[in-house]
Each structure stands twice: as C-alpha cells, then as structure tokens.
C-alpha cells in the first residue's frame, strides 16, 4: 500500500527495539501507557475473548508481540510516555483480569509443577498463589518504537502487523490518533467515552429488545466502523471542487495526511480551512437525517440502507455543486417520494430498470454494484445520471427551490414600500419610522422566496429579528393574538 502523498517515503523509518517485561513490571509501569487510546480499533467486549487470552497465559502460550509508540510529550502535547498501537485487547484484558474486573470461566486448568489445578471461575486474587506467580512472571515481548514515528505510520503499522487478521481499511484510518482528520470523523460518527463528544443526530444509537446496539437511523449494524467511514467517504467527496466524484481509499489516505496531519497538515496551519469542513460536513449529513427522518415517518420507523445512504450523498454532492449554495429542499415528503421510488427502480427487490448497459448488464445489475464503487469516476457519474433521467421530473417538481443569490432589498426599493404601505409596519400595523423600517420576506428566502417587490413588505427591524425564518402571514397572526390576550 501507498500513501498518495508517498509521505511515508520521504520520512526515516521510525526506529525500533523489542523489550521483554513480566507482566508484574507491565503493571507497575501501566499508568505511563496509553492502553486504550481514541484510535485504537473498539474494544469488542467480548468476555469469552479475554478470558482466552488469560488462559493463554496461564498455560504459558505465545500471545504475540504487543506494539508501543514512544511519544514525543512536548511535541504532540500528550501525558503518556508510550501509546498502544497494536494488542490493546491484549493489555486491557490482563489490566481488567488483575483488577477483579472477571473471572477465568469454565474448563480452564493450570499445571503447576506438573499437577493440573482446576482454576475454573475464579477471580485472580482467588487463584492459588502458584497459579498468581505463574500469571506475574509471565513474559510479555514488546516492540516500542521510536519518537519520530508519525501518525500516518502508525497507522499503516498497525495495518501491516494485522494482515492476518481482519483490519479493515477505516480501522487502519482511525488509528491516526491526532490527526484532526480522524477526529472530526470519528467525533462527528460516534460517542468517544473518552472526551464524552456529542456525534451528529444521524448516527445515534440505541439498544433493541434483544439488547443489540442499532442505529436510530440506519438498518446495517453499527460494526467496523460503517459509519466513520459514510463520514470519511462523505468529507472526500464535499471538499472537491469538481463534480460527483470519486473517494477511493487512497484518496482517503492522502486527505487524512494531507489535511489532517497534527504537525504539517493543511487544517493547523489554516484552520479555517478545518471550520469550514466541519460547517460543509455538518449541513450535508442535517440534509441525510432530515430525508431519513421521513423515511421513517412513513415507513414505521425504518431506517437508510447503505446504498440508500451512498446514492443520497452523491446526489447531494450534485445539487452542490450544480446549484452551490442557493438551494434547498422545501418539500422532503415530496423529495423522498420521487427519490425512494425512482431508487428502488434499480435496487429494490423488483427492478424495473432493465435496459442492458455494458453490452451485457442491466441498469439495475450495474447500478447495485456502482453505489459500492469509490474510485471508478465514470461508475459515479453514471449512478447519478441514470437516477436523474429515471426521477423523469425536475428537480423543483420534488421539493427542491433555489434561493435568490440576493438577500436584502436596496434603500430605494425599501423606501418605495416603506411608502406604499403608508409608512406603517406590515405586522403590528403601527407608525415606522424610515429608520426602523426593514425589509421581510413573505414567502422565506430560506424556501425560495424571491427578493423582489412581490414578496417583500417593510417591517419594524425588531419584528424581523423576533420572526427569523418563520412565515411572515402566520407570525403575523400569532402577533395579532397577543394584542387580544
């Protein structure tokens, strides 16, 4: 694997030495080891797991290198003198084993001088004082790395060394612990106990009545971290300044190093390159909910599917770039409508797009596996321009409007209505003076309204700022009704 950037060339190989500690010294020494930092994969709480890992101890089997980053303090403004990056599982479970926290489980026997001894269910400080030696003296092999590791290596680290095991792609990301980047995914996907973050509403969670944790908002499992990568695919593709467009891993890569990085990346020395991420990021995953939360409404609760999701971002991405930011979605009943049905065209469970593309494939066959596709350009193109030629109607015929580009009305227009409306506010009625007096929208800018004598009266400058975005006829009868209270 290459990092796009080939900044894992251009820097020296960390340096590195491998260690051997009893897990007695381990534990004296556990307070400076950051044994569960933000970027390590989530901990699958898995009883019967650690409890295996402790009888591998106990029978004196190789429970293989564990890996530590030496921190640079100073430098990346952390406590820790070392940072996990690879067999937290394995440090945590024998942390949480000497600490009480469970017990050895069934079937477990240790042999002590050659006599096996039924340890089964106990506590460690219920172990036979043999059986408690056995576990303190046992040796951990520890490879530490040098300070002038970075992130980005660490990371690809982490990846390598678990080749034979089933890191995926976003895990491997995550693990770039201060990258801003990696933060502002996995801040914005999920709750991090650590910093007790709030994440965006669209992936809140909860439990159902078989006590598995779900997605409010989703029907694929919260696992492997599904959802920082929606974000991380999300971000890619919002901050191109071309069309719908790709979002591949490499590309993820490089936006993380590039970006991201906690020393040279583009966000600290220009952080307002950082908020306007976020603002961008944020206003197009509130447009996912809102979507979502009516598809719930009409379809008992039932949430997004991935495709689902991956199509909604991509025409996002479309309207963004065609309409940048002047449009807005008045009608989403109407939007889902046209949007869910023409979807379902081709992947639901009886498609009706069955023209052959690519000599051999329906559009229903390609487009399934195009909204599973990140780096193929034309695939992503021809998902969005196959959905917009089967919607069959314009974009405003299913809830979509465009805002007028100008906003507030000029003096002289002001002044011409301030006239005609007999110098008096629109709402209360009451005298105005020219100095007060304010443009308001009838039809809400936000909505469409355009900004124009036909849908512009002349307020009291203290009865707009009180009104906001609401409608201007109905604020005005609830006005109305204080007058008679």
Request: glycine share 8%; hydrophobic share 35%.
């Amino acid at each position: 694997m290459v990092l796009a950037t080939n900044q894992w060339e251009k820097s020296r190989i960390p340096s590195w030495k491998t260690e051997l500690k009893s897990i007695a010294k381990f534990l004296t020494e556990v307070g400076i080891i950051d044994c569960n930092p933000i970027g390590q994969r989530l901990d699958v709480g898995s009883l019967s797991k650690k409890q295996g890992i402790i009888r591998s101890i106990l029978f004196g089997n190789d429970i293989c290198e564990l890996a530590l980053r030496h921190m640079d303090k100073e430098k990346y403004g952390v406590t820790h003198e070392f940072r996990s990056i690879d067999g937290g599982h394995r440090k945590r479970a024998i942390q949480e084993f000497y600490n009480g926290k469970f017990r050895t489980g069934s079937n477990t026997v240790v042999y002590i001088d050659g006599t096996p001894v039924d340890i089964s269910d106990l506590s460690y400080s219920e172990l036979p004082s043999e059986a408690q030696k056995l576990f303190l003296d046992y040796n951990l092999r520890f490879v530490i790395y040098g300070k002038e590791m970075t992130d980005a290596q660490a990371g690809l680290t982490f990846r390598l060394r678990n080749e034979s095991t089933a890191i995926n792609h976003q895990e491997m990301l995550n693990s770039y612990e201060d990258n801003l980047v990696a933060k502002l995914v996995r801040e914005t996907a999920r709750s991090i106990p650590q910093i007790n973050n709030a994440p965006h509403q669209l992936f809140t969670l909860q439990k159902n009545a078989k006590d598995e944790i779900r997605g409010v908002y989703w029907q694929p499992k919260p696992t492997r971290l599904i959802h920082d990568e929606f974000v991380a695919r999300f971000v890619c593709a919002l901050l191109k300044k071309q069309g719908v467009t790709t979002a591949g891993d490499g590309e993820l890569e490089d936006m993380y190093v590039r970006l991201g990085d906690p020393i040279e990346g583009e966000w600290v020395k220009d952080p307002s390159k950082q908020v306007a991420a976020e603002k961008a990021l944020k206003k197009a995953l509130d447009f996912i909910l809102q979507y979502t939360e009516t598809r719930k409404r009409n379809c008992s609760g039932a949430g997004l599917t991935l495709r689902e999701a991956v199509m909604l971002t991509r025409l996002y991405v479309h309207f963004e770039k065609q309409y940048g930011s002047t449009w807005v979605i008045k009608d989403f009943q109407e939007f889902y409508e046209h949007f869910k049905v023409t979807l379902d065209s081709f992947i639901g469970s009886e498609p009706t797009q069955l023209d052959l593309v690519y000599t051999d494939r329906t559009k229903a066959e390609a487009m399934k596996g195009h909204l599973g596709v990140y780096d193929v350009q034309f695939k992503i193109d021809n998902s969005v321009a196959w959905l917009i030629e089967a919607l069959g109607v314009p974009f405003e015929l299913m809830g979509l409007v465009t805002k007028d580009k100008v906003r507030g009305i000029d003096k002289n227009l002001r002044e011409t209505l301030w006239l005609k409306q007999g110098k008096k506010c629109y709402v209360t009625g009451l005298p105005l003076d020219f100095a007060d007096a304010v443009g308001a929208h009838i039809i809400p800018h936000e909505l469409g309204g355009k900004t124009d004598a036909s849908n512009v009266v002349i307020v009291h400058k203290t009865i707009n700022a009180q009104m906001g975005s609401q409608n201007l006829e109905l604020y005005k009868k609830a006005y109305q009704a204080t007058l008679s209270q």
